[in-house]
């Protein structure tokens, strides 16, 4: 009876889990879907979820217009880039407030979290005039750089967490048997801090590749990315939905098989910690 | 011997200083509107004819276009050569000396062409600062078969009383059919364009003589008791957040009798390919109240040069191309007559191949000389522009007072709360602004 029970409940939850998942990926599966019909199938009511006149038009017509792989290429610059530099300043600033903390370690990583709470906009026009008057506007080190400054205060964050669990006498132990700073960083510490290192990069991977703001105000075609491309679909006074749809799904795709093959990693680094 | 060197050197010197000599780039940022994508589809036939220039597209979605070239011009980036913009923002721009004005179009540009209400209101005492390449009012569009079905006769001017009642009866919401689709979604440009033409034909209007907002006024709560009894009883569900798109949506799918909107949109819902109702659409100045003003704006998507600008001269060459009755012609030829951009020119509407497939010509233009920006309200105000007034701070008013609009159209506010509500936004944002004490 009891494994009955078992049995029913690991049922029940499994189904709960596969409903959920299906309503989380569900907008997504949409866009995809929207993105082979027709302008006209796009907005049907009441709409059709499969059985429509299948098109790869959109596509077409996306390719024809604009060029994807100059967007997606910059994407992937400025994206890689700036979590390079990112992780590059965040971990020796991150074992350090971990394992020689201060008085005032608190402090600095509360303010550097309130420059997150700051809407972007209001310092929109200072930033502007520096990229103008330095040349950095719509060149991608511009961009790699304001996006690394955006996400630093994140990174450091939950590098900051992922440390803090990694006990102090292993690295004590290290530092006994003669194991300098940089020794002790990267024999000791990296191994064991591997899969929260993994899912901090992804997770910054992801925010710079999404982030919209500086990138469609900072940029215009030289280093104008992915944002760019969907932006140019999207249209307030005409009917492109399916057009923009089809933007859509080339502009998540890369980012999305990147997800796909290292949820593993991302799952574990988010969920389980540094060494447990 | 050293005639051959000077030869054989003046040739490497053009060599090596042709290309860089030849090659203008502009950079055009422009919206993505299928008039606009067309245009961007057409470039190479300009190019051809005008070898030495290159032209690079910025397309974006309206809002973030705003926001883009409106900080690129304020701190002189300098990294757009031609600006797509609205009626709303030439008058501002150009007294803030932003924009270049146009004096280099050409001969042949031939200006008196343009039509006088759409010229008007991109000139500034008298120049040209931006050039229009569609132009846009708002009018009425209804289900002839619907009409005809309930014994209705739309008149080609109705009033509101007139629409009001039609709305009423032709809705059936148990077959999913709505008397009448507003905008509904909150913005200055979304439900507040429809508002502020629709208040103009009430007799409202935003400020008085002393820019003292009026939303306290009677002629405001009749407009706005109108707008939502009419949308709660006819309207589709959800309307508070139906823009441009959503209605269009609506109204393609034989979703609504009626359909006050932009006159664009006619060719679009008239277009068999986009429109499930394409043959049974008719059209009808935009409604009024016995005033002498119908509820309708006026807009024309616009091409400017900014005033950071270094390459004029190829800019403005640009420009009269695009804008010039040439570019009508190319459209026509390429895509035929219906979709050569409307709304700029009279040579357009006396054309008997565009007036042939483009049913709803007579009406756009008819929608078009009826909006007077320069005087649209019946009382007199201090400001410029139909379904807006041209202050810089009226993006952030008219969004403001749009989302108490939008409150009460989904009813989670009172119209007299609303309005209470706006009037006091305004007033404040007027005396931050320093236009009142």
């Known amino acids: 009876m009891a494994r009955m029970v078992t049995t029913q409940n690991k049922v029940i939850s499994t189904a709960a889990a596969w409903l959920v998942g299906f309503l989380i990926f569900f907008p997504i599966l949409w866009m995809v879907l929207t993105s082979f019909k027709t302008e006209l199938d796009a907005f049907s009511i ?55 903390p201060t008085k005032r370690t608190k402090d600095i990583l509360l303010w550097m979290l309130s420059t997150k709470m700051m809407p972007p906009v209001g310092v929109l026009v200072p930033i502007y005039l520096i990229y103008r008057n330095f040349g950095l506007l719509d060149t991608r080190a511009g961009l790699v750089f304001i996006l690394c400054l955006g996400n630093l205060p994140i990174v450091i964050w939950m590098l900051f ?20 700073i940089g020794r002790e960083l990267i024999y000791v510490l990296t191994p064991m801090a591997i899969p929260g290192l ?39 006074e005409g009917l492109f939905w399916a057009k923009l749809s089809a933007a859509s799904t080339l502009a998540i795709a890369p980012i999305l098989v990147l997800g796909w093959f290292s949820q593993r990693q991302l799952v574990r680094g988010l969920t389980f910690g540094a060494v447990k | 011997m050293k005639n051959v060197l000077c030869a054989v050197a003046g040739a490497a010197t053009l060599l090596i200083s042709a290309p860089s000599l030849a090659q203008t780039t502009l950079t055009i940022a422009t919206v993505n509107n299928s008039d606009m994508i067309r245009m961007q589809g057409l470039t190479s036939e300009f190019t051809a004819k005008n070898p030495d220039i290159t032209v690079k597209w910025v397309t974006l979605e309206e809002n973030v276009l705003r926001q883009r070239v409106t900080t690129d011009i304020a701190t002189k980036g300098g990294q757009f050569d031609v600006l797509t913009i609205g009626t709303y923002e030439v008058p501002i721009w150009a007294k803030k000396n932003w924009l270049v004005p146009l004096d280099k179009l050409g001969a042949d540009y031939d200006v008196g062409d343009l039509l006088p209400k759409i010229r008007d209101a991109v000139s500034v005492d008298g120049k040209l600062y931006a050039a229009p390449f569609y132009g846009e009012s708002s009018m009425v569009m209804y289900r002839t078969d619907l009409f005809d079905k309930a014994g209705l006769k739309m008149p080609d001017s109705p009033t509101w009383d007139f629409v009001v009642d039609a709305a009423k009866k032709l809705t059936d919401k148990a077959g999913g059919t709505y ?63 139906n823009g441009f798109n959503e209605n269009l949506a609506l109204f393609s799918a034989g979703k609504c009798a009626m359909w006050i909107d932009a006159t664009v949109a006619a060719s679009m819902v008239t277009n068999p390919k986009d429109s499930k109702v394409a043959d049974k659409v008719g059209f009808a100045l935009a409604p009024n109240t016995g005033l002498g003003k119908n509820a309708n704006w006026l807009w024309a998507w616009s091409l400017a040069v900014p005033a950071g600008s270094k390459k004029v001269d190829a800019a403005q060459k640009f420009i009269a191309w695009a804008t010039s009755k040439d570019y009508s012609k190319l459209v026509a030829d390429k895509e035929g007559w219906a979709s050569a951009p409307p709304g700029t020119r009279i040579s357009l509407y006396k054309n008997p191949d565009y007036l042939k497939v483009a049913p709803f010509a007579k009406m756009t233009l008819a929608s078009i000389d009826a909006a007077d920006p320069s005087h649209p309200t019946v009382k007199p105000v201090p400001y410029v522009g139909v379904q807006y007034a041209a202050i810089p701070e009226f993006q952030g008013i008219g969004t403001s007072v749009g989302q108490q609009f939008a409150a009460a159209l989904s009813g989670n506010t009172s119209v007299d709360a609303a309005l209470a509500a706006a009037q006091t936004s305004t007033e404040r944002e007027m005396k931050r602004a320093g236009y009142i004490k």
């Open chain 1, 46 to 100: 009441p709409p059709s979820f499969l059985f429509f006149h299948w098109t790869t038009e959109n596509y077409v017509t996306v390719q024809e217009r604009s060029d994807y792989l100059h967007h997606a290429l910059n994407s992937i610059i400025i994206a890689g880039g700036s979590t390079l530099i990112a992780m590059v300043i965040a971990v020796p600033a991150a074992w350090s407030m971990a394992f020689s």
């Open chain 1, 161 to 180: 967490t992922y440390f803090k669990e990694i006990p102090k006498d292993i690295l004590e132990a290290a530092r006994m048997d003669g194991a300098t």
């Open chain 1, 198 to 236: 993994a899912s901090t990069m992804l997770l910054n991977l992801i925010l710079a590749w999404n982030e919209a703001f500086w990138t469609l105000n900072l940029s215009t075609l030289d280093a104008a990315p992915l944002t760019v491309f969907i932006a140019s679909y999207s249209s307030p």
């Open chain 2, 179 to 241: 008397g009448i689709c507003l905008r509904g979604k909150a913005g200055w440009g979304e439900n507040m364009a429809f508002l502020t033409a629709m208040s103009n034909s009430f007799g409202a209007r935003w400020f008085d003589e002393k820019w003292e907002p009026q939303f306290n006024s009677p002629e405001w709560k009749k407009t706005l008791e109108t707008y939502v009894d009419l949308m709660k009883q006819a309207g589709p569900p959800g309307a508070s957040s």
